[in-house]
């Protein structure tokens, strides 16, 4: 059970379920439309990861309920976030310092 | 001394035990897809200028995008469900719930058509790098998304049975099921744009 | 929920699919001592080639070659294997599946683990994921042979590597389950009154290492999954493009990398080194403070230090990878981060030592065990820094000073805690102690015969011995001079295995003769000696436990005995 535990509550985080549909699917449009514009890779790279950012933000705060979660998951979320980060960082290192002779 | 903490919240962290443990779960998960978008990276960088844009045009964004709003939608659906148990509406779970699974279907069964689609142009894992991970990450995501289904299956009809024992119970594991599907709807929500769109 | 203790559970749910932690627990410590006897035997064999090159294995030479001598591919698989058996099969699931399972619990005053079906998945998990390492040596093809660190292209290619991938994917399936319910449990089940800062040291030991495993090994699952396709489906994550094998072009599309495969697979493989060496740390800290009967210096510091050392084991993996033709400002990042590391692990180190300043010290078989950590696990982290150091690790990185480096740490380090726990909590499991003569003759020899195998280990590697060298060296002429200390090493190695006699003697016998003990035969602190010897089945204690005390209350000026257990409440 997480917060909102009467009828009320729930019939107002129906109303919230629905907008955030509608939401996401207004964006997957937008996301699919941009990717026609003509943008350079670094540019569209950071477009397409934005759109899915605001999209992932709100599955994960209003289906998932993270927006009113105990401080102690968003806690846990934001530590796996950082290595996720540093995991991404990898290629980052391979390709742009390399040992070069001279 | 039954285990505490299973259905009522623990005071301090305001958690049930499954709860926790399912985040926990899903914070593995961010590493695992991490690390294969790790790998996405490397290789696109590691690839010519330009190859793994080129490559990717012969996926089916139409298709893809089809496939974003069904997960989308079953998304809603599960987190609707859900909303059902808490209002004792249980027929209506029974509905939502149903309809999740008809919308993971779908999906796969696209996705099938997708697959045999490259297959039938000879593109395979082997071709190139690009549909090497491409093919692993939809791969593992399709997965993920039958592991799901089985578990949904089993909670909307041989095991709903709980909602007559114990209710709160057995809504607290649809809460905890919904959680694990919303996080696959969320790698979607990654995997489609980078590597369809990108 | 499951049975109460009233009625009678079938041999099955007894003993094979138990949800009881204790069972669970068991279960892991004797499957995980079973996996170190094997890996150790491997390591005989190895050592045998290594001291006589040019002989036959004898008496069961036949198995590894024409006239009993030990093919250079056997020796290889041999090695990858001993790795893997000791790291995956052995070291971890005795300190983390067995001595978390079954302490974890009992110190925090829970009746069992947060997730009692989940707890028995993931030991059967492990179990059939061993099955599946063991059962490449007899696959057509032979054992894994690329080293258990698996780097491509050699990996890709190589036999006996597939059955290791699967075996693998089980084997980090069963510690994820693993790591969710210690985690779980650590935070939702503490008994009331035990706050964070009551915890023993090993708890806290136990719940970072849980949280080292949760996030570090799912990138290896997906690297593991990679190398399972280009060995399957043709991919080529790993492999470059142009590879010439035995004189042919590889036959694949190309363009993928080795790099990839160390990055991800060391991003695991780091902090895995801290999930082997912090259960050992927490209960060297444990049988410390019950043999000095004093309390632990700086508890605050070692719970900052343990929670610091885990973070920062996540970055500072490539110092793996110092000789990839990284460039300096990469090389210096994880130079920095690999000496800032060392500081907690110096500090965890000193706390321990400092601990003894002052102290009464009973010089019992787990003390003996847990003092002898101390120097051990100092040289071992000493001879660290010479490798975390990007300019020398050109010159020692693969050679035998690294081997002797992180056996140092493992072997007299974690392995000798974890016998210190073993002699430590029997009398908890069994009801009975084990006898302190067997424990003797299994520490002393044990001690000399570790230090007589790895500190030459430091000279071959500063000669310039390379590692994974089936004859030892003997075909380089920098080795010429430091090559006798092979026999003496392996000489050593062999005596060290029948050091352990008494120790194997030790638990069978002591589980029929040795002296009965209630409650609480350490006269010690924590929660589980409150419960009975053995505890109850599925619930523990007799009534949930109280806490009202920090964790290590010995020795407190004015009080008529030398220890407070934390449920002792406070008076006024």
Known sequence: MSSGNDTADIQSHIKVYITVFAALAALTIVTVAASYLDLSTGEAVFLALAIASIKGSLVASYFMHLISERALITWILMLTAGFFFVLMFIPMISFIDQARTG | MDIPYTVEERPDTGLFNAKLGVWLFLASEVMLFGGLFSAYVFLRFGAPEGAFHEWGKELNIPLATLNTMILISSSVTMVMSWASLKLNQFKKYKLYMGLTLLCALAFLVIKYLEYTAKFSHHIYPSTNTFYAIYFTLTGLHGLHIIGGMIVLFYFWIPGNKMWDSKPEQFTNRIEIAGLYWHFVDLVWIFLFPILYLL | ???????????????????????????????????????????????????????????????????????????????????????????????????????????????????????????????????????????????????????????????????????????????????????????????????????????????????????????????????????????????????????????????????????????????????????????????????????????????????????????????????????????????????????????????????????????????????????????????????????????????????????????????????????????????????????????????????????????????????????????????????????????????????QLPFIVNVFYSLKRGEKVDKNPWDATTLEWTAPSPPLPHVNFEKIPEVHRVAYEYSVPGRKRDFTPQTEPKKG
């Open chain 3, 1 to 499: 929920m499951d049975a109460h203790s009233h009625h009678e559970e079938s041999f099955i749910r007894k003993y094979i699919w138990s949800t009881d932690h204790k069972t669970i627990g068991l279960q892991y410590g004797i499957t995980a001592l079973v996996f170190l006897f094997v890996g150790f035997s491997l390591m005989m064999i190895m050592r045998w080639q290594l001291a006589y090159p040019e002989s036959s294995i004898p008496l069961i030479g036949s198995i590894f070659g024409e006239d009993g001598m030990l093919l250079p591919e056997i020796y290889n698989s041999l090695g990858a294997m001993h790795g893997t058996i000791m790291i995956f099969l052995g070291v971890v699931p005795l300190a983390v599946g067995a001595f978390g399972n079954y302490f974890v619990p009992l110190q925090i005053g829970a009746p069992d683990m947060a997730f009692p079906k989940l707890n028995a998945a993931s030991y059967w998990s492990y179990f059939v994921g061993g099955v599946i390492m063991m059962s490449s040596f007899f696959s057509a093809d032979g054992a894994a042979r690329s080293g258990w660190t698996s780097y491509p292209p050699l990996a890709d290619i190589e036999v006996g590597q597939t059955i290791w991938l699967i075996g693998m994917v089980f084997l980090i399936t069963s510690s994820l389950l693993g790591s969710i319910n210690i985690i779980t449990t650590i935070i939702q089940l503490r008994a009331p009154g035990l706050t964070w800062m009551r915890m023993p040291f090993f708890v806290w030991a136990q719940f970072v290492t849980s949280f080292l495993l949760v996030l570090a090994f799912p990138p290896l699952e997906a690297a593991a999954v990679l190398q399972l396709m280009d060995r399957v489906a043709g991919t080529s994550f790993f492999l470059p493009s142009g590879l010439v094998v035995s004189g042919e072009l590889l036959d694949v599309s190309g363009g993928g990398s080795p790099l990839l495969w160390q990055h991800l697979f060391w991003f695991l493989a780091h902090p895995e080194v801290y999930v082997l060496i912090l259960p050992a740390m927490g209960i060297v800290a444990e049988v410390i403070a019950n043999n000095t009967r004093k309390p632990l210096w700086g508890y605050n510091s070692l719970v900052f230090a343990a929670v610091f050392l885990g973070f920062m084991s996540f970055i500072v993996w490539a110092h793996h990878m110092f000789l990839t033709g990284m460039g300096t400002a990469m090389s210096a990042f994880f130079q920095i981060t690999t000496m800032i590391i060392s500081i907690p692990s110096v500090i965890i180190l000193s706390a321990l030592f400092i601990s003894l300043w002052g102290a009464s010290i009973r010089f019992n078989t787990p003390m003996l065990f847990a003092l002898s950590f101390l120097p051990m696990f100092g040289i071992g982290g000493l001879t660290g820094l010479p490798l975390g150091i990007a300019a020398s690790d050109i010159f020692l990185h693969d050679t035998y000073y690294v081997i002797g480096h992180f056996h140092y740490v493992v072997a007299p380090g974690t392995i000798f805690g974890l016998f210190a726990g073993i002699y430590y909590w029997y009398p908890k499991i069994t009801g009975r102690k084990m006898s302190e003569l067997l424990g003797k003759l299994h520490f002393w020899p044990s001690l000399i015969f570790m230090n007589g195998i790895f500190m030459p280990m430091f000279i071959q590697g500063l000669a310039g011995v390379s590692r994974r060298l089936w004859d030892g060296g003997l075909e380089y002429a920098h080795a010429s001079g430091v090559l006798h200390w092979n026999e003496f090493m392996s000489i050593s190695a062999w005596l060290l295995g029948l050091a």
